[in-house]
């Protein structure tokens, strides 16, 4: 992948149309964890100290997997973590989405203050639209149900701001389809019901958990052409969570690379992709399959991370700046501090460019901004070298 834009600074995508309105983020997760009880034993912490942030129009890909924390984290920032068993044990989510951008902690919100948010200015789809969406209602039925809730309408308005949404995601004959059941719509237009339920109320972020994982690969790509479409056509944000590397390259401008409840990378979609630094997110790219070059058996994930030289190519790595793994015995100049998170350090180890490390010596006392990336590809000036290089279509 190229280069070309690795090095494009921080708040330059700000410019233009809206530019004020795109220059703060607008969701910020700072230093959050999240705990789950365990019955006798210790507390499961799921998420321990992350921290990213999204800006308006643009989209933040979450990768990782399973059980390193993404869908925790989106959830955290509905308040749909189940408590108990679940526990927000520190952190802040910052919300910008008000008028005047006016900063409030999506954490210390009562359940009534979060139902003013939830749905109405952030919004998800969830992994299954089958499990998500009711058997016994019709499909007219719970869209409504989420426009009435939010929005000072009569039904007969509800109803035409449902069929709107359906018909925005492609759904025909959306009148008539508002008395049909899920069961009588396929996976792909299912997803699409959930979508509409999603936009309806026209949120400012879109929380999207691996929303193509059931469908086959053309109806994959219809349903991201239609988010990209919708987020631009609204200056919406999104927060795309997925395994697929190719649907990050394709549609994601920031990336945060996620493992054991810790960010482990953090960077735009060129720099990333071209110069990945920690050892598990070359681990990720190591075992994709390459259309040029014949492989007899694909590279895993655990060659990359059980290679010891692999831990030792971060910049300042002979002063003891060394990539943080949760296999590895601490180095011996670790400097912890209070709180679970105190062997820990996101530290921008390059210009716009955080990698997880360990807190030795040599990072004790780091003093690296939080992950802070204004960045959209669309507003990229080098955005021809990014399609010839097959990062965006």
Request: proline share 7%; hydrophobic share 40%.
């Amino acid at each position: 992948m190229s280069s070309a834009s690795a090095t494009a600074t921080n708040g330059s995508a700000s410019t233009g149309a809206g530019g004020d309105s795109l220059a703060k983020p607008l969701l910020e997760v700072d230093n959050m964890a999240v705990s789950f009880d365990n019955g006798s034993g210790p507390r499961i912490q799921a998420v321990d100290g992350v921290a990213m942030s999204i800006y308006p129009r643009q989209t933040l890909a979450v990768v990782g997997e399973s059980g390193c924390g993404k869908s925790v984290t989106a959830m955290s920032s509905m308040q749909l973590v189940p408590r108990p068993p679940g526990r927000f044990d520190r952190g802040r989510i910052i919300w910008r989405g008000r008028g005047g951008g006016r900063e409030i902690d999506l954490l210390r919100l009562s359940e009534a203050e979060m139902r003013g948010v939830r749905g109405n200015e952030l919004a998800m789809i969830f992994q299954e639209p089958m499990t998500s969406l009711n058997p016994v209602y019709t499909i007219g039925d719970q869209i409504l149900e989420a426009i009435l809730l939010h929005q000072d309408v009569q039904i007969s308005e509800a109803a035409d701001i449902a069929v709107g949404a359906m018909n925005d995601v492609g759904i025909p004959e959306p009148r008539r389809r508002l008395k049909s059941y899920p069961h009588e719509f396929s996976g792909g237009m299912r997803q699409r019901v959930m979508i509409a339920m999603a936009l309806a109320c026209q949120p400012k972020l879109l929380l999207a958990d691996e929303p193509t994982t059931a469908l086959d690969v053309t109806i994959q790509a219809q349903i991201l052409e239609l988010l990209r479409k919708l987020q631009y056509e609204r200056d919406m944000a999104m927060m795309l969570i997925t395994h697929d590397l190719g649907v990050v390259a394709e549609n994601a401008d920031v990336i945060c690379v996620m493992y054991a409840g810790r960010v482990v990378e953090y960077a735009n979609v060129y720099e990333l992709f071209s110069n990945p630094m920690h050892p598990y997110t070359r681990g990720l790219f190591a075992s994709i399959p390459s259309m040029t070059e014949r492989k007899r058996r694909l590279i895993t994930i655990a060659e990359v991370t059980e290679n010891p030289k692999q831990f030792e190519a971060l910049p300042d790595a002979e002063r003891g700046v060394r990539p943080w793994w949760p296999w590895h015995d601490p180095p011996r100049d670790v400097a912890p501090l209070a709180g679970p998170a105190g062997d820990y350090v996101l530290r921008e180890v390059r210009p716009n460019h955080w990698v997880g490390c360990w807190r030795t010596e040599a990072v004790a006392d780091d003093a690296s901004r939080k992950p802070d990336l204004n960045y959209r590809i669309i507003d990229d000036p080098d955005r021809s070298a990014a399609r010839e290089a097959g990062a965006i279509a």
